[in-house]
């Protein structure tokens, strides 16, 4: 059974940067594609940014491409974001998961950005 613990959240003004850690369980960490997600109040969750196994290849959602940053360090089962330049819409909860996303979910780390 795969846990997930994402940490790092907080409340930061528009422009700051916060690094977001996802701590996983389970043996299959290093051979799984990792993703971050987000929750915005009201809104469905969606797809922020995945990094492979492998070759360690990114993909990001359009509205934090070249903003937010995501790694991986397979020896410790952790998955990083990295964001930089924080908007007020960046406000959600912030979750990872495979990217498929059919892991358990996490409790999710809280991202508030103020203007």
């Given at each position: 059974q795969v846990q997930l613990v994402e940490s790092g959240g907080g409340l930061v003004q528009a422009g700051g940067s916060l690094r977001l850690s996802c701590a996983a369980s389970g043996r299959t960490f290093s051979t799984t594609t990792?993703?971050?997600f987000r929750q915005a109040p009201?809104?469905?969750r969606e797809f922020v940014a995945a990094i492979s196994w492998g070759t360690?290849?990114?993909s990001y959602a359009d509205s934090?491409?070249?903003r937010f940053s995501i790694s991986r360090d397979n020896a410790?089962?952790?998955?990083?974001l990295q964001m930089n330049s924080l908007k007020p819409e960046d406000t959600a909860v912030?979750?990872?998961?495979?990217r498929q996303g059919t892991k358990s979910w996490g409790q999710g780390?809280?991202?508030?950005?103020?203007s």
């Open positions: 990792m993703a971050w009201g809104k469905e360690l290849s990114t934090v491409k070249g410790k089962n952790t998955v990083y912030y979750y990872c998961n495979n780390t809280q991202v508030t950005v103020s």
